[in-house]
């Protein structure tokens, strides 16, 4: 095997990237920063400040319409992507709670992007289930529990249109997918999605070692 880069990601090099990134706004800087004030013990789970741009970038790549987060903690991937939809653009936001998700709101209302915003507290499956059967999706981002990731890509790949882009976060898991005493748990859950995606003739993937891990998947 040949490793075609060794950089290693020191915390200068990390601070240079982002400020050579498109910069975040003063209401996703706020919400990133209330986060970690809020919630300091479980902030780890929002998406990291590189994604927010990438997010933003790939919905305009794309041109999505239609977007399903799977995920939402407190919002601030959701309003990267929401601000860089179109006006009638809808974004539906899966999450199981209330209080993680009201930063959120606060945030969408006052960046003026809640109105492209349909917010459903609701296990992620059911909500997935109940949307239309027919290919009509543009983009997803998956990111919250990890043992149901599989059971969300079924779901989610039927309802893709051909060339709709799933992306998901934490696909190298802080590095434990590559240790096999890790049988169960989310480590076994992230390790047992990679395979199934890699597998799957109807997506194209690619896993990129950005921040924890993300995945790009295609329909075909």
């Not at 059911?126 to 059971?151: C, F, M, S």
């Not at 989610?156 to 976060?169: A, F, N, S």
Request: with cysteine.
């Amino acid at each position: 095997m040949t490793k075609g880069n060794t950089t290693k990601i020191t915390d200068e090099l990390y601070r240079y990237m982002l400020d050579h990134n498109p910069p975040l706004d003063e209401i996703q800087r706020g919400l990133v920063e209330t986060t970690y004030a809020k919630f300091p013990d479980v902030a780890g789970m929002q998406s990291a400040e590189e994604q927010g741009p990438l997010l933003a970038f790939l919905v305009r790549l794309t041109g999505a319409r239609r977007i399903v987060e799977i995920g939402t903690f407190t919002g601030f991937s959701t309003l990267s992507m929401a601000q860089a939809m179109p006006a009638d653009g809808v974004l539906i936001a899966c999450d199981i709670s209330d209080e993680w998700t009201a930063y959120g709101r606060q945030a969408w209302e006052a960046a003026g992007v809640a109105d492209r915003i349909d917010l459903r507290i609701a296990p992620a499956l059911d909500t997935l289930r109940a949307l239309p059967a027919e290919p009509h999706i543009d983009l997803a981002y998956v990111d919250a529990d990890k043992e149901n990731q599989i059971a969300y890509w079924e779901e989610l790949v039927p309802r893709m249109r051909p060339g709709g882009l799933i992306v998901t976060d934490n696909t190298l898991f802080h590095g434990t997918v590559v240790d096999e005493t890790a049988t169960s748990g989310s480590a076994a859950g992230v390790r047992a999605y990679n395979d199934h995606v890699a597998a799957d003739p109807r997506m194209e993937s690619v896993l990129l070692a950005i921040s924890d891990g993300l995945t790009l998947s295609r329909k075909r």
